[in-house]
């Protein structure tokens, strides 16, 4: 078992930057692929980033590729999402999730936190 509580969300200006923080309990952080996900609304929630469990494997979406970063601090039981050159598309609640197998859909993931709140305004 694992929670995830998110947290760095807000309101920000077309172009702006954002640091997402997810911070997970219990001593088996490590063992876990993490990734972010987003949901829109009135869309499906959708795939953003993801790192393997010791940070080798990362992969991103298209969207995002270029102006989002995933990094995670296993000592901290953290993993972040900075996000930079913001749009308004971006706009969405932020997920952290993680998964023992991982992969780019939600299926994969049985851990979730309760989403952060992100608003790009033009």
């Known amino acids: 078992q694992v929670q995830l509580v998110e947290s760095g969300g807000g309101l920000v200006q077309a172009g702006g930057s954002l640091r997402l923080s997810c911070v997970a309990s219990g001593r088996t952080f490590s063992t876990y692929t993490m990734a972010w996900f987003r949901q829109a609304p009135g869309k499906e929630r959708e795939f953003v980033a993801v790192?393997?469990?010791?940070?080798?494997?990362?992969d991103y979406a298209d969207s995002v590729k270029g102006r989002f970063t995933i990094s995670r601090d296993n000592a901290k039981n953290t993993v972040y999402l900075q996000m930079n050159s913001l749009k308004p598309e971006d706009t969405a609640v932020y997920y952290c999730?993680?998964?023992?197998?991982?992969?780019?859909?939600?299926?994969?993931?049985?851990?979730w936190g309760q989403g952060t709140q992100v608003t790009v305004s033009s």
């Open positions: 790192m393997s469990r010791l940070g080798v494997t990362i």
């Open positions: 999730a993680a998964s023992r197998v991982g992969g780019t859909t939600t299926l994969m993931y049985a851990y």
